[in-house]
């Protein structure tokens, strides 16, 4: 079992900046690519961005290329969203999720995440 919790969301106005924390509790963080979706109201929830074991390979959706970041601190069994130059359409609430990976990819958004968070609300005012 892995164990996460999402932090670090809240209010911002568009062009502002957040940056999400998810923590991993329970089985080895570093064998886990990591990855963060997002739903808003109304709307399916969609992939937002990856990161492989290592950190060293990501994948991002379009929308958001260029403005946000995925990292992760396997020290510290955590991975980070940095979001820059928020829109109002970044408005949902955040969540992570963990997927085991026999290679060190960043899977994208068709992949099965066997473990998820609880999300963070995140509200970008225009």
């Known amino acids: 079992q892995v164990q996460l919790v999402e932090s670090g969301g809240g209010g911002v106005q568009a062009g502002g900046s957040l940056r999400l924390s998810c923590a991993a509790s329970?089985?080895?963080?570093?064998?886990?690519?990591m990855a963060w979706f997002r739903q808003a109201p109304g709307k399916e929830r969609e992939f937002v961005a990856s990161?492989?074991?290592?950190?060293?390979?990501?994948y991002y959706r379009d929308s958001v290329k260029g403005r946000f970041t995925i990292s992760r601190d396997n020290a510290k069994s955590t991975v980070y969203l940095q979001m820059n130059s928020l829109k109002p359409e970044d408005t949902a609430v955040y969540y992570c999720?963990?997927?085991?990976?026999?290679?060190?990819?960043?899977?994208?958004?068709?992949?099965?995440?066997?473990?998820w968070g609880q999300g963070t609300q995140v509200t970008v005012s225009s």
């Open positions: 990161v492989s074991w290592s950190g060293g390979s990501t």
């Open positions: 329970g089985r080895t963080f570093s064998s886990y690519a």
């Open positions: 999720a963990a997927y085991y990976a026999d290679y060190d990819v960043a899977p994208g958004p068709g992949y099965e995440y066997g473990y």
